[in-house]
DNA sequence: ACGGTCGATGTCAGTTACTGACATCACAGT
DNA sequence: ACTGTGATGTCAGTAACTGACATCGACCGT
């Protein structure tokens, strides 16, 4: 993270990182799938947290209530350290390549809430639509709160983003 | 597409491609930034359509209408050929750096689609959010248009799919 | 203590995506 | 005919990855 902030992620070679580390490049490999994989190291540990929260809920929650408790642990992971976060995000959204990765993985979490969801016995549009729905709400509010200056309440921004989608597709039907 | 079909995305080398072509392989990354950007070549096109198509829907219409007159071009263009586009999405399902150029350049006509609501008057986290969740609708929808057999309906598929978002986000705030 | 297995690392050679610099060539406008 | 201009070819180079094999240290059973 350090050789990706001073020189930026595209001037950082492998042969680089692995030097400071102090392992080959072959060993860089056999540690992160690629390059970019280093930003997002613990996205397997975390979908895991996730989806036990999701399927944590109360059986009475409605889907987007438990979709809510598995943003809630996202929250948790994510939103812990504000400066290494405003570090990592400038990395991310300064390269293209990131940003993708970025995006699947994000995608990769939404889908694992919505196989949840299957599994508590809700029906197939329904789900995916609920886990989309959580994670467009958590961009946003990830967004805002990453991008400004205050000190922001994450949880907060991200019901308010809820509050705000349920106001946006409320209001009329096609 | 015949190569990436018979062969698979990560087998088919740019110098085949260029061969098939009757170009060199430099040729060929002056017509495309990347070995991906071959599948989502008419991205950019596609983007100003949909952004004319916000543009001028009625300055009366909400946010979420808006955004449904964009997805209406978007639907037009790439739902006009079923077949094509199920074999485009096979391919693009099997390959995870695929997967990754597909969401970003979704994500990037939903931005365009916010940035025209902003110009609209429309507030800030309100127009991420209508942009995000048509465009979720708009996935969802499309999977089940490519994926199932029979002659599906796919702008009625985004019409429920955008009923369905307003019923899930719509049962309980957090 | 000793041999053996195993996991992590190093070494090396190779492939392939991509890039910059320069040459070539056809064609349009004057 | 002259000249630019845009598209292509040629060539050399970089850097991300990968497979195959060697090494080495820790740990395990006898």
Known sequence: MELYGDRGF???????I???AGVTERTFFRHFADKREVLFGGSGALKEQMVAAVA??????PPIEAVAAGLDVLVAVLGERRD?????RAIIAANAELRERELIKLALLASAMAAVLRTRGVAEPTASLAAEAGMAAFRVAWERW?????????PQLIRESLDELRAVTGSGGS
Chains 1, 2 share one sequence.
Request: charge should be negative.
């Open 84 to 88: 290494f976060s405003r570090r990592r």
């Open 56 to 61: 944590g809920a109360p059986v009475s929650a």
């Open 146 to 154: 990453t991008g400004e200056a205050d000190e922001a309440n994450l």
């Open 18 to 20: 692995a030097e400071r």
């Open 10 to 16: 595209e001037n950082t070679t492998v042969a680089e």
